[in-house]
């Protein structure tokens, strides 16, 4: 190395230094409110009883699974998909019409009916590269309109096997299991497959993604696959809860599910991310919520300070960014 | 690229739909051409305004999806809010637009951040604060002499809000067509770089185009609701459907630097008359929502950049290129 | 006209004074002060990262400096935007154009003009607008025409129109005849002497030689953020301004090939690219460093990238070592062997909020998968061992991408080229841009070593010191057509710029 390189490769910041000493301000703010979570639900009296604590997992759950399905949306660059939870939706009605032909059958149709919603979606964003916002938004709206067209308001279950899903395993709701299992399978994918590491280059940068010869079009279209069918696991479980499927039940859980993925801390810029964090977020969601009942709030202040807490994540985001 | 994006096409849709609606009308031989002109330019007066707006931060390469929950609060704050007063009401209303496209605006140029991250955090936010400001209720405006002034048919065809939107698009059409903003506008749209280089002060430029795009929003919200004599905090949202539609039908390219309001107010209206026409034909509202959202889908589809690069390669190669 | 003695003129244009410029960690440009007279036309000159681009953001108000002071006849001034130089009365003509390709001439010779007036179009606008355009040589051009329908020549003379419209007292031109042919070239100098006759200063930032000792009344010469020399034209021999900038003998920096290249790796038949590229051919043997050279829209860059599987109406036979590659898929030409280094580094080059460490793999995903599963440990392994390669300090693998410099990041893109076990076609395009001395002779160096181990590497580059001084083999290109190939025995810069210009050899 000249002289010269080397006093400018100095000047670049030593190696060791930055991971030490800069906390990035988002995972500050996160442990912070995670802390303040945590102490404000044992102070809460009656927060840790079995009902609350059935209750809470039960909350989780159901949101939970499509806040998984987006998160792979937004590492892979896409911000997030405002059709999902309409293919919750519809993949719950399939599911409900289908039971007459058995449990395992109505989940597969189920599950492919939300890969296929979905999987085309990402098709057109993929390979044609199409506004991902704009594209889901009339997915969203086309999805609403044909539900109602072809199935009416309400499918009620074509057979009883859905009540499996509704029951409890040593105290656990079945449910929950389900979307914890989601997540550790998801973020396996994620962490150790070839398509979990290209989505993340995908997400990046997708020009550089593609420059570098991964397959974009093909990496989105996986991804919105997959989301598609943890989304449509996310329709079962609804649908199983409440006995029967419409498209009012999962109404507004792409919004959730989306501040859940960004309060876990999957940058919104796409390229990093993780399920387990969405886990976290989802959580954390759930508990503000509860908390909020039982101090005697509102639903309404619920939703701001979800709405609240994203926006700050997003401006902590930013400044993260400016800070590197 | 947006096939769209030409300076003549939105009239020629605009031409096109207009001639479709009125040969079918004229084969089933119904209804007064006042009545349907009044409900094209009540819908109108609804969407255009969104769509302006909209339209507007995409000239300027930005996007603001907030703005039909921004319709929505600005409606409930104005009905809360005038109930003592109208006036007030709406000037609360619509002033809650402007601060809060005015916040999104310094966040995006202050932080550096992609408009769709934080319209997306507003969309979130504004639609639990008018849960919070309604409490969860609709709540209705006890002044039946506003509502009925807003929607009185003007000269058979026109009503205040329909006036004011066109308002809107004229003055807007104005500022951009004739003064130096339009220019400024275009080029922070067209190459934001080149432009700061060149002197624009682009970040003011977005921040505008962001408190426009509150601010319209809410004017719209604030007439509708007056309009309907009520507010509720979920009533509003279906807007984004037809507004996107309408923008790029418009002629205003995703990639920024492309549109006119002229072309935006016929994109409105070709959207406007689609929607009269299918009522007018009778088609069920679940057959016309889909329609729209089949609108929305193809134009999403046409102006997707790789679309003509794939169609080309496919004749070239008879289809093995996938 | 006449200078006055370098330092002490009688009437100082434009002072700068011990201006320093830091981005976080990495010091940009540190203590340059320069003076520049009235009328004064003074040549900027410095290799690729030199500081030249950072110096004249802070001129022109897009950055602000860290310290340091401006005065600008005697009046001592901040810049906190564009409109504050240009109010002061600098112009700049930008080396990436400041043109809204949207807007027409008109619109864009007024656009961001300090006083400009608000109606966006008057019959007085479109009069001076009109004048400008005569005066830069663009009779033909009408005031409204979109600019994206011109040619890149006329694009840079409407940027110097600019300047005129603003009266500028300083116009500041950023490589300006990068774009151009001879006869353009001509125009600018044209419009240059004509600015220095109304008392007009100019800075001139250039890399070609011929250019300072034509045109310019005195040099200043930058290397690695710092100034390095102030002085007459008169007073710089030709052969010392080189060695100036690059600070070094210029056999120091370029390795030569140690071996004989091999077999052909590459074979190009008539590659194609509508309006762009007609019939290129060539043939690139391993162990071989081919550059292609010519002017910007002469289709280098563009064929460089049709060889990486980026443009999508490319036609032609190109076969990689045994094997035909289907062009117009990234995909394929990967898994044929080629490996790209992008010209654009931020927005396709690397991933800039990824660490080093996955930026040196992203390419080497398929070959460390079994059955879908990745293997962590052996892409960390993998990483390692590239960056030893690049000398790529491994201890900051670990840093994103976008915290390292432009040198280390371009080291992370060319390291990703790297594979002992399947040699392939390297494509570089630009692969020095925006960066320091330093690393530039490491990206040689590795550049050379890439060769030795079997690869073919192909570069596109402007530079035409980095051209002469490195590849072994050069096809030059104007107007998308191959004009000329040289080896490396018969490269020489008159030649090539010759050529890339259509001019008459003996000019």
């Not at chain 3, 108000?61 to 005065?71: F, N, R, Y």
């Not at chain 3, 045109?215 to 008169?234: E, H, K, W």
């Not at chain 3, 060769?451 to 030059?476: C, F, K, P, Q, Y």
């Amino acid at each position: 190395m000249t002289e010269a390189a080397h006093s400018l490769a100095l000047s670049e910041g030593t190696p060791t230094g930055p991971r030490l000493r800069r906390v990035p301000l988002a995972t500050l703010a996160r442990l912070a409110a995670l802390a303040l979570l945590v102490g404000l639900a044992l102070s809460t009296p009656g927060f840790l009883s079995r009902v609350s604590l059935i209750a809470l997992a039960n909350a989780m759950s159901l949101v939970g699974c499509v806040a998984l399905a987006m998160t792979f949306l937004t590492i892979g660059g896409n911000i997030m998909s405002l059709s999902l939870a309409a293919t919750t939706s519809v993949a719950g009605m399939v599911f409900m019409a289908a039971l007459g032909w058995g449990l395992p059958t109505a989940v597969v149709l189920a599950l492919v009916a939300g890969g296929v919603i979905s999987g085309l979606q990402g098709a057109v964003i993929g390979w044609l590269r199409a506004n991902p916002i704009i594209v889901s938004l009339a997915a969203y709206a086309l999805l609403i309109g044909a539900a109602q067209l072809v199935a009416g308001p309400k499918v009620l279950p074509a057979g009883p096997d859905f009540q499996l899903l509704k029951g409890r395993w040593l105290d656990v709701p079945i449910s929950f299991l389900v979307f914890v299992g989601l997540a550790i399978i998801g973020q396996l994918i994620v962490s150790f497959t070839r398509f979990g590491h290209e989505l993340m280059f995908v997400g990046s940068n997708n020009r550089a993604a593609e420059a570098a010869g991964i397959h974009v079009g093909r990496v989105t279209v996986a991804a919105h696959v997959l989301a598609g069918a943890f989304a449509a696991i996310g329709g079962i479980l609804v649908a199983s809860r409440f006995g029967s499927a419409d498209m009012q039940t999962a109404r507004g859980f792409e919004y959730t599910a989306i501040a859940a993925v960004l309060i876990g801390g999957t940058s919104i810029a796409g390229g990093s991310g993780s399920l387990l964090q969405t886990l976290l977020g989802i959580a954390a969601i759930a508990v503000i919520n509860a908390l909020a009942l039982m101090q005697g709030f509102s639903m309404e202040v619920q939703r701001l300070t979800v709405g609240c807490a994203v926006l700050v994540v997003i401006v902590l985001q930013g400044l993260g960014r400016m800070k590197r | 690229m947006n096939a769209f994006a030409d300076d003549r096409k939105p009239l020629v849709i605009l031409a096109a739909v207009v001639l479709v609606l009125a040969i079918a009308l004229f084969l089933r031989g119904i209804g007064s051409l006042d009545l349907i002109l009044f409900s094209i330019l009540q819908y109108f007066a609804t969407i255009g305004p969104v769509a302006l707006g909209l339209g507007l931060t995409m000239i300027a390469r930005e996007f603001d999806i907030s703005v039909g929950s921004t319709m929505s609060l600005a409606g409930c704050v104005a009905v809360i809010v005038g109930q003592r007063d109208p006036n007030l009401g709406a000037l609360a209303g619509i002033a809650t637009g402007v601060a809060v496209g005015f916040l999104q605006g310094v966040l995006v140029t202050g932080l550096g951040l992609s408009s769709i991250s934080v319209s997306l955090g507003a969309l979130i936010t504004l639609a639990g604060l008018s849960y919070v400001v309604t409490g969860n209720q609709t709540i209705s405006l006890n002044h039946a002499d506003i509502t009925q002034a807003i929607n009185a048919p003007i000269g058979s065809v026109f009503s205040v809000r329909s006036l004011f939107a066109i308002g809107c698009f004229a003055a807007a059409g104005v500022v951009v067509a004739l003064t130096r903003v339009g220019a400024e506008l275009t080029a922070t749209g067209s190459d934001r770089v080149a432009a700061a280089t060149a002197g624009v002060r682009v970040n003011r430029v977005v921040v505008v185009v962001f408190m426009l795009s509150g601010g319209l929003s809410a004017a719209s919200g604030v007439f509708l609701s007056y309009g309907l004599s009520v507010a509720s905090p979920s009533g509003l949202t279906d807007v984004l459907v037809p507004a996107i539609s309408a923008a790029i039908v418009g002629g205003v390219a995703l990639t920024g630097g492309r549109g006119s309001p002229v072309g935006i107010a016929c994109g409105a209206l070709t959207l406007c008359t689609l929607n009269a026409g299918l009522n007018a034909l009778g088609v069920s509202p679940t057959m016309q929502q889909i329609i729209l959202a089949g609108v929305l889908f193809t134009v999403a589809v046409v102006a997707a950049p790789r679309l003509n690069r794939i169609w080309m390669r496919r004749t070239q190669n008879g289809g093995g290129a996938l | 006209m006449p200078v006055r003695a370098i330092g002490e003129p009688a009437v100082a244009r434009l002072t700068v004074d011990s201006m320093t410029k830091r981005f976080g960690a990495v010091t940009a440009i540190a203590d340059v002060s320069l003076t520049l007279a009235a009328g004064e036309v003074r040549a900027l000159c410095g290799g690729n990262g030199a500081g030249k681009s950072t110096l004249v953001k802070i001129l022109t108000g897009v950055l602000l400096p860290t310290s340091g002071q401006i005065a600008v006849d005697g009046v001592p001034r901040r810049f906190g935007n564009p409109v504050d130089a240009q109010r002061a009365g600098l112009a700049l003509v930008a080396q990436e154009l400041s043109l809204a390709p949207d807007l027409s001439v008109h619109d864009n010779l007024w656009l961001g003009h300090a006083d400009a007036p608000m109606r966006r179009r008057t019959a007085a606008s479109v009069a001076r607008a009109r004048t400008v355009l005569d005066a830069v040589g663009l009779e033909a051009v009408a005031v409204d025409t979109r600019v994206a329908d011109l040619s890149l020549a006329e694009r840079q003379l409407i940027e110097i129109a600019r300047g005129l419209i603003r009266n500028a007292s300083t116009l500041i031109l950023d490589e300006p005849t990068a774009t151009l042919s001879e006869r353009e070239i001509a125009r600018v100098f044209e419009a240059v002497r004509r600015l220095k006759s109304r008392g007009c200063s100019v800075i001139y930032i250039t890399h070609r030689m011929g250019e300072v000792y034509d045109l310019c009344d005195s040099v200043t010469v930058m290397r690695n953020g710092r100034l390095i020399t102030t002085d007459l034209v008169a007073n710089v021999p030709r052969h010392d301004l080189l060695e100036l900038m690059i600070g070094r003998k210029l056999t120091d920096v370029y390795p030569a090939a140690a071996a004989p290249p091999g077999a052909v790796m590459l074979r190009v038949r008539d590659l194609s690219i509508p309006q762009i590229v007609d019939r290129f051919s060539a043939e690139v043997r391993a162990g071989e460093i081919v550059g292609i050279v010519g002017q910007i829209g002469s289709g280098t860059i563009e064929t460089v990238r049709a060889l990486a599987g980026l443009v999508h109406d490319a036609e032609g036979e190109v076969q990689v070592g045994k094997r035909i590659m289907m062009l117009g898929c990234s995909t394929r030409a990967a898994s044929a062997g080629m490996r790209f280094v992008s010209e654009d580094r931020a927005a396709e080059g690397i991933f800039l909020d990824m660490s080093g460490h996955h930026n040196l793999v992203a390419t080497r995903l398929s070959e460390n998968v079994k059955s879908g599963v990745i293997r962590p440990w052996t892409l960390r392994r993998i990483a390692r061992l590239l960056a030893r390669q690049v000398s790529f300090d491994y201890r900051r693998l670990a840093l994103a991408a976008g915290r390292l410099s432009g040198g280390n990041q371009q080291k992370l893109a060319i390291g990703r080229c790297s594979d002992r076990r399947h040699p392939g076609v390297i494509l570089l395009n630009e692969p020095t841009r925006g960066v320091d001395m330093g690393a530039r002779a490491e990206i040689y160096q590795t550049l050379r070593r890439l060769g030795a181990e079997g690869n073919a590497i192909v570069m596109a580059s402007t530079d035409l010191e980095e051209i002469i001084g490195l590849v072994d083999r050069v096809v030059t290109m104007r107007r998308g057509r191959i004009v000329g190939v040289h080896a490396r025995a018969a490269i020489s810069e008159t030649t090539i710029l010759a050529e890339i210009t259509q001019a008459e050899v003996t000019a």
